[in-house]
């Protein structure tokens, strides 16, 4: 039998925690590559971007014994040879304190090709995202990183402490959460002065992100009171004292939250990342799917033979303009067969969505249920005027069911499905493990979703979880299920959501 060509072996960099600050090229082999082998530091949300590949977890995390060196090595040089492409994936970057020398030796040995891919290396980050310069003119000419171990192995050079406390540089330590005590012996020792500021920051870029600012001589004790979680790192000079200027992150409104997310892909970008960025961790279990239609060719048809013979068409969601475009794009056609007809929106993430096929709407109603639409459309119809209306199969037909009521002729198309999601146990559970302050619903369908799995599986929301809503309809079927519900956005939009989701969460430190 021929032997296998060996793959190729791709060391990445998977950044400090927050998937957000993985790299492009990172993100690209996560979905390319035949298996990837993740460091325990890997969070939990990059993990979940890998997309195909087979997981091997190396790491003592993920309930697996921690794999040994020796083992991973002898592992990674197997896989290759039996020709699989591997990503390697490591956290922070993998040239810094990554052990990546040992198995960099073992590929060369072995003569299989590699790649390195950086990350974003949590001594950096982690200041970053607790508002330290690592740098700064006037204050600190430079930095240095090294590791918090003491040389426990003969022959490996010890760290030169009074070299490091004469520096009056920031000095940015690594694994530290257990010996924050003997590395500020080593410093008073070395003859660091006892006031010099101290920031210790666990989690950094994490949801559990906590910084605790303090001076060489009390950090330990204030670390031992905290109870300080791994992985931590520990910058000690003058830069640390500006931290409380440039704290960024525990200023965000929703910073240490924790939301559950149902709507589904590509939505969930959009609010997703609006959560992201008002400080929540955002958990997404999509509770539904958007689909096309069973029949996808007869919709084509049906909305080329609609076009013609509308003077308005209506858009109800985002999904109605990705799948009218789509279906125009199947049959050969494009933004022109909308030519000459006028165009509304429900919502304004919907404006967007056709703006970015080149259709400026001609009505974004002030309020964002089909009600407001129908008020907005009979100040604009004229008396003969057709209207073609785009929504869910089975969706809400309030906008056709008004109109016809004034009189007007609609014709209501189906343009696309939503169907449940069906996740598994594990998928549920992990999710309500997490804990979340809060679920949020953009639709009724998620909310009966998500809620027919709970049930199946027997399993309830946390007692602490609270719920936040769209708008009045999904509360309608939140209260269907019995929930409380804590926020309806106000506006009846993402933008909406975050700020009620803001306004009914009580300041928290981070
Ligand atoms: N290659 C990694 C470092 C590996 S050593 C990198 O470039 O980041 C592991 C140490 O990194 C931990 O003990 C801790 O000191 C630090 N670290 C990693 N992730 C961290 C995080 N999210 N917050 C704070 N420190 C972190």
């Given at each position: 039998?021929p032997?296998a060509?060996?793959?190729?072996?791709?060391?990445?960099?998977?950044g400090?925690?927050d998937?957000?600050l993985?790299?492009?090229?990172?993100?690209?082999?996560?979905r390319?590559?035949?298996?990837?082998?993740?460091?325990?530091?890997?969070?939990?949300e990059v993990?979940a971007?890998?997309?195909g590949?087979?997981?091997?977890?190396?790491?003592?995390?993920?309930?697996?014994?921690?794999v040994?060196q020796?083992?991973i090595?002898?592992?990674?040089?197997r896989?290759?040879q039996?020709?699989?492409?591997?990503?390697?994936?490591?956290?922070?970057?993998?040239?810094?304190?990554?052990?990546?020398?040992?198995?960099?030796r073992v590929?060369?040995d072995a003569?299989?090709?590699?790649?390195?891919?950086?990350?974003i290396?949590?001594?950096?980050?982690?200041p970053a995202?607790a508002g330290?310069?690592?740098?700064?003119?006037?204050?600190s000419?430079?930095f240095?990183?090294?590791?918090?171990?003491r040389?426990?192995t003969a022959?490996?050079p010890?760290i030169?402490?009074?070299?490091l406390?004469?520096?009056n540089?920031?000095?940015?330590i690594?694994?530290?959460?257990?010996?924050?005590?003997d590395?500020?012996?080593?410093?008073?020792?070395?003859?660091?002065?006892?006031n010099?500021?101290v920031?210790?920051?666990?989690q950094a870029?994490?949801?559990g992100q906590?910084?605790?600012v303090a001076?060489?001589a009390?950090?330990?004790?204030?670390?031992?009171?905290?109870g300080?979680m791994?992985?931590?790192?520990?910058?000690?000079?003058?830069a640390?004292a500006e931290?409380?200027?440039?704290?960024?992150?525990?200023?965000?409104?929703?910073?240490?939250?924790?939301v559950l997310?149902t709507t589904p892909p590509?939505?969930t970008?959009?609010?997703g990342a609006?959560l992201?960025?008002?400080?929540?961790s955002?958990?997404?279990?999509?509770?539904?799917e958007?689909?096309?239609l069973?029949?996808?060719?007869?919709?084509?048809?049906n909305l080329?033979?609609?076009?013609e013979?509308?003077?308005?068409a209506?858009f109800?969601?985002?999904?109605?303009?990705?799948a009218v475009?789509?279906?125009?794009e199947?049959?050969g056609?494009?933004?022109?067969?909308?030519?000459?007809?006028?165009?509304?929106a429900?919502?304004?993430?919907?404006?967007?969505?056709?703006?970015?096929?080149g259709i400026?709407?001609?009505l974004v109603?002030?309020?964002?249920?089909s009600?407001s639409?129908?008020?907005?459309?009979?100040?604009e119809?004229?008396a003969?005027?057709?209207?073609?209306?785009f929504?869910a199969?089975g969706?809400r037909?309030v906008i056709r069911?008004?109109?016809?009521?004034a009189?007007?002729?609609?014709?209501?198309?189906?343009?696309y499905?939503?169907v449940?999601t069906a996740p598994?146990?594990?998928e549920?559970?992990?999710?309500?493990d997490?804990?979340?302050?809060?679920?949020?619903?953009?639709?009724?369908?998620?909310?009966?979703?998500l809620?027919d799995?709970l049930?199946?599986?027997?399993?309830?929301?946390?007692?602490?979880t609270?719920v936040?809503?769209?708008?009045?309809?999904?509360?309608?079927?939140?209260a269907?299920?019995?929930?409380a519900v804590?926020?309806?956005?106000?506006p009846?939009?993402?933008?909406?959501?975050?700020?009620?989701l803001?306004?009914?969460?009580e300041?928290?430190?981070?």
């Amino acid at each position: 039998m021929p032997e296998a060509q060996p793959g190729k072996v791709y060391l990445v960099g998977a950044g400090p925690g927050d998937p957000g600050l993985l790299t492009l090229r990172g993100h690209d082999l996560l979905r390319a590559v035949d298996i990837v082998l993740p460091d325990s530091l890997v969070s939990e949300e990059v993990i979940a971007l890998i997309d195909g590949p087979e997981i091997i977890p190396v790491g003592k995390r993920y309930g697996s014994n921690s794999v040994s060196q020796g083992d991973i090595n002898a592992l990674l040089v197997r896989l290759a040879q039996e020709g699989n492409t591997i990503c390697r994936l490591k956290g922070g970057d993998p040239m810094v304190f990554g052990r990546i020398g040992e198995e960099l030796r073992v590929l060369n040995d072995a003569g299989i090709a590699y790649e390195i891919v950086p990350g974003i290396s949590s001594a950096t980050a982690a200041p970053a995202y607790a508002g330290i310069p690592l740098t700064m003119r006037g204050v600190s000419a430079g930095f240095v990183c090294v590791t918090g171990r003491r040389a426990s192995t003969a022959g490996s050079p010890d760290i030169d402490w009074p070299s490091l406390a004469g520096l009056n540089q920031t000095l940015v330590i690594l694994m530290v959460a257990t010996r924050i005590g003997d590395i500020t012996d080593s410093l008073l020792e070395a003859g660091m002065d006892a006031n010099a500021p101290v920031a210790l920051i666990e989690q950094a870029t994490l949801p559990g992100q906590r910084t605790l600012v303090a001076t060489v001589a009390d950090i330990a004790a204030r670390a031992g009171e905290a109870g300080v979680m791994t992985p931590a790192t520990l910058v000690v000079g003058p830069a640390v004292a500006e931290s409380h200027h440039f704290a960024w992150r525990s200023a965000l409104p929703l910073t240490g939250r924790r939301v559950l997310l149902t709507t589904p892909p590509p939505v969930t970008a959009g609010l997703g990342a609006l959560l992201c960025a008002a400080g929540a961790s955002v958990i997404s279990r999509p509770a539904i799917e958007v689909e096309p239609l069973a029949d996808a060719d007869q919709f084509a048809a049906n909305l080329e033979e609609g076009l013609e013979a509308t003077d308005w068409a209506v858009f109800a969601s985002r999904s109605a303009v990705d799948a009218v475009f789509n279906a125009l794009e199947s049959r050969g056609r494009d933004a022109r067969a909308l030519g000459g007809i006028h165009v509304a929106a429900l919502g304004t993430g919907t404006a967007r969505a056709l703006e970015a096929c080149g259709i400026n709407p001609d009505l974004v109603p002030e309020e964002f249920v089909s009600e407001s639409v129908v008020d907005g459309l009979l100040a604009e119809l004229d008396a003969d005027d057709r209207v073609l209306v785009f929504g869910a199969e089975g969706g809400r037909t309030v906008i056709r069911d008004r109109l016809n009521n004034a009189g007007f002729e609609v014709t209501r198309l189906d343009a696309y499905r939503t169907v449940p999601t069906a996740p598994t146990m594990p998928e549920v559970q992990s999710a309500l493990d997490e804990v979340p302050d809060w679920a949020v619903f953009t639709s009724p369908s998620a909310v009966h979703s998500l809620f027919d799995s709970l049930d199946r599986a027997g399993l309830a929301l946390p007692e602490t979880t609270r719920v936040a809503v769209i708008g009045p309809i999904t509360a309608a079927a939140a209260a269907e299920r019995d929930l409380a519900v804590a926020a309806v956005a106000e506006p009846h939009t993402y933008a909406g959501l975050v700020s009620a989701l803001v306004a009914e969460s009580e300041p928290r430190d981070a």
